[in-house]
């Protein structure tokens, strides 16, 4: 009986030593994206692209790959607006530009990671950092070619970037 009494009360004792690391648990601080700056990065792209004569669509999502915007352009293909979302997506939850993801997967074809849900293997999305922390993701496609895209992409993240800190 002693022995079973002394591993309880030496059980307790380790709870009791672990209280203060919980009781001293903080609450994560997180940088998001807002809605003007994910309007601000969409709209960019999409202009960027207009300008060189581009018919696209643009997603931009956030921390937690959620869609934050998401603009069809007038004349574009009824799949490039999922395929930016898809980019946008990979992009993020791979924390790279997603032609980065594609080369991975075409280095590694049976990557399992291809077959989630919402990832393609394409070019034409960026991450969104503030530092060196993704915090987003901005999705091009109707470009003809995803190094056309990304461009886009990249000339929308260069506009905001004083505001990502």
């Known amino acids: ?26 609450l994560i601080t997180l940088k998001a994206l807002s809605t003007p700056i994910a309007l601000s990065i969409a709209q960019t792209a999409y202009d960027a692209c207009l300008q060189q004569g581009y018919h696209v669509s643009v997603s931009v999502v956030g921390i937690e790959g ?33 032609g980065e993801f ?6 590694n074809p049976t990557s399992g990671a291809v077959h989630l849900a919402g990832v393609v293997a394409a ?3 960026l991450p969104i950092k503030v530092g060196d922390t993704v915090i987003g ?16 992409a990249k000339v929308a993240i260069d506009k905001v970037a004083d505001q990502l800190k």
């Open 123 to 125: 070019q034409g999305a």
């Open 66 to 98: 959620q869609s934050l915007v998401a603009l069809r352009g007038d004349g574009t293909s009824p799949h490039t607006i999922e395929n930016s979302q898809r980019k946008a997506y990979t992009s993020r939850t791979f924390r790279v530009p997603s």
């Open 1 to 26: 009986m002693n022995s079973v009494s002394f591993s309880a009360v030496a059980g307790l004792a380790a709870l009791a030593s672990l209280s203060p690391t919980v009781a001293g648990a903080e």
């Open 137 to 152: 993701a901005v999705g091009v496609s109707g470009a003809p070619g995803g190094d056309k895209d990304e461009a886009c």
């Open 102 to 107: 594609a080369q991975r997967v075409k280095d």
